[in-house]
């Protein structure tokens, strides 16, 4: 029962939530063709985490950098018997530069909702960023199915789909399946959208 317990725990970790457990530290790295993220984040108390993210964005055929200190916070947990799920609101506030010299001041605000089992998972987030030059926004939704149920100390295997949206970037929706593993605290993820535009992302929680 134990094992459940901390599976399941592990499992609602690791999902990229941008708050974890307290004083857990999280290093994340997510790269594709047209976007790539790099951040740290350090969870300081039950419902608030601090940061450093790096974004690479490619918008409006710019390449677009964003450096950002972030506060975020959990906003509302519902905790069932074999479930959980989560709202949380993201911000951040830093520099905005691209390839033509341009740089200003950014910021970036977010809302992130999630609901998980030890077999389903789905969330949805609608993040934007502004700058003195750029206003843009990103939308993305995930669904995914566990096709067995591993114990903590196994390596579990979710099979997911992304559908994610900026109209700075494409004028389509982009649809990623993928493939998600974690084992203890190490997730890593990796896919190709249907027009084979690469994905992959790692995370790991100190």
Do not use: C
Request: glycine content about 6%.
């Amino acid at each position: 029962m134990l094992n459940l317990i901390a599976s399941l725990f592990l499992s609602l970790l690791l999902h990229a939530h941008p708050v974890t457990y307290e004083d857990g530290l999280m290093l994340k790295s997510m790269a594709r063709e047209d976007m790539s993220e790099t951040s740290v984040t350090y969870t300081f108390a039950p419902r608030f985490a601090v940061g450093l993210e790096y974004d690479r964005l490619e918008m409006n055929q710019l390449e677009t950098s964003w450096g950002l200190l972030e506060l975020n916070a959990l906003v509302k947990r519902w905790n069932g018997e074999h479930s959980q799920a989560n709202i949380y609101l993201l911000t951040g506030a830093g520099g905005y530069w691209n390839d033509q010299q341009a740089t200003s001041f950014a910021g970036k605000l977010g809302l992130q909702a999630d609901y998980e089992t030890r077999r389903f998972y789905t969330l949805g987030s609608y993040t934007t960023w502004q700058s003195e030059d750029v206003e843009s926004y990103y939308a993305l939704y995930r669904v995914g199915y566990a096709p067995f149920v591993a114990g903590y100390y196994d390596l579990n295997v979710w099979v997911i789909a992304q559908f994610d949206y900026n109209p700075d970037m494409r004028s389509e929706v982009q649809v990623t399946p993928f493939l998600r593993f974690f084992y203890k605290n190490v997730l890593w993820e990796m896919g190709a959208s249907l027009r084979g535009n690469l994905y992959w992302q790692f995370m790991v929680h100190l």
